[in-house]
């Protein structure tokens, strides 16, 4: 039991860290500009796209 929770953790943690880094790539080369967007549309201070 403990070889199939730690195979599903593991499985889990690979897909989450491959998600996150295609979305690092894309806003390099896409740049803050739809992040800035997406958060004056919400309401928010534009600034705040540098730590998203």
């Keep these: 039991m403990k070889r199939n929770t730690d195979l599903g953790l593991l499985i889990l943690r690979v897909g989450v860290s491959v998600l996150m880094l295609?979305?690092?790539?894309?806003?390099?080369?896409?740049g803050l500009g739809g992040i800035k967007y997406l958060l004056?549309?919400?309401?928010?201070?534009?600034?705040?796209?540098?730590?998203?």
């Design 40 to 52: 004056a549309q919400a309401g928010l201070p534009e600034f705040m796209a540098y730590g998203v």
């Design 22 to 30: 295609l979305h690092g790539i894309a806003k390099l080369f896409s």
